[in-house]
């Protein structure tokens, strides 16, 4: 490897061993790398797809400066990069014949590399419509009043519900998966711990999840609460219940992303203490780049 280069490597713990540090030194911005290397080392490449995992490393002078993942089918994801790292990162994955179907990171980063990119290859970038909003948990601030009812772990009984619930979740944010009893244990859903509202009489009516502590930071991933409950507090409710057990669990930081469209849960997460982390951005790229290695 040349002093100032990207190491690329197939083994994720190889990937953790040279950029674990880095990666936990701001767990915030670093959140997918961290998450999606973590489940690869806990449960194998071949349960999110059907590709070779690639994980990079920007090493200059012994420290690292940026990381990049890809788990085929999915897009790159990219650590905070400055322009001319991302550029860097283009020419040495359009060298390597690397196809990018898409890229996602900080709103910043996503967009140099997708410039850089069409400049290498000619791939045309289309930036998604869903704009998403990376909070992290300042002071926990529960609503007032609470809707009645109580917060409770999901438990056996609840799975069937969950599996539904987060199936809506993915549909609502353009994930295309499904989300069954066969397929739950392949999904990214099933490793997180998920938190209820219940009504009084014991009804489930709102759900959030959270990923496994990471780095000293946890992820709350998954709010849902079907449409016609909405606007009854469940949803503030039940997210003030699954960031208090986050930090029970001896989270330093808790994060989690809202789609920008959507001005309700955005003000919902500020009541309870969420301030913005960075903005995230994905653009799709119209054809692949062409075999030049």
């Known amino acids: 490897m040349r002093p100032d280069d990207w190491y690329l490597t197939e083994d994720v713990d190889d990937f953790l061993g040279r950029a674990g540090a880095f990666l936990r030194s701001r767990p915030g911005p670093h959140v997918m790398q961290l998450t999606w290397a973590e489940r690869v080392r806990a449960r ?3 349960a999110f797809g059907t590709g070779v995992p690639v994980f990079g490393v920007l090493e200059r002078a012994g420290e690292v400066h940026g990381t990049f993942f890809r788990l085929p089918p999915r897009g790159f994801g990219l650590s905070p990069l400055t322009s001319e790292q991302a550029d860097s990162l283009a020419v040495r994955l359009a060298a390597l014949g ?3 179907p898409s890229v996602s990171a900080d709103h910043g980063t996503a967009t140099a590399f997708a410039e850089a990119w069409q400049r290498r290859t000619g791939a045309t970038p289309e930036l998604r419509d869903t704009r998403l909003r990376l909070y992290r948990l300042g002071t926990l601030t529960a609503p007032e009043p609470l809707p009645a009812g109580r917060g409770r772990l999901l438990g056996e009984r609840d799975l069937e519900q969950a599996m539904f619930w987060c199936g809506e979740f993915a ?7 499904s989300i069954d009893a066969d397929t739950w244990a392949g999904t990214r859903f099933a490793d997180k711990r998920y938190t209820l509202w219940e009504t009084p009489d014991g009804t489930p ?3 959030a999840g959270m990923n496994p502590l990471i780095g000293g930071q ?3 991933d998954v709010v849902y609460t079907p449409a016609h409950l909405r606007g009854r507090g469940y949803a503030g409710a039940v997210t003030a219940e699954v960031s208090r057990a986050a930090l029970a669990a001896g ?3 808790v ?3 809202a789609d920008l469209s959507n001005p309700t849960s955005n003000a919902l997460y500020q009541r309870l203490g969420y301030r913005t982390l960075t903005d995230w ?3 799709d790229f119209s054809r692949a780049a062409p075999d030049v290695g």
Do not use: M, T
Request: overall charge negative; cysteine-free; aromatic content about 8%.
């Open 171 to 177: 549909k609502a944010v353009g994930e295309d998966v």
């Open 281 to 283: 951005a994905a653009y």
């Open 251 to 253: 989270a330093r930081d």
């Open 98 to 100: 690397h196809s990018v």
């Open 205 to 207: 009516v709102s759900i």
């Open 255 to 257: 994060v989690l992303f």
């Open 218 to 220: 946890i992820q709350v």
């Open 44 to 46: 194998g490449a071949g």
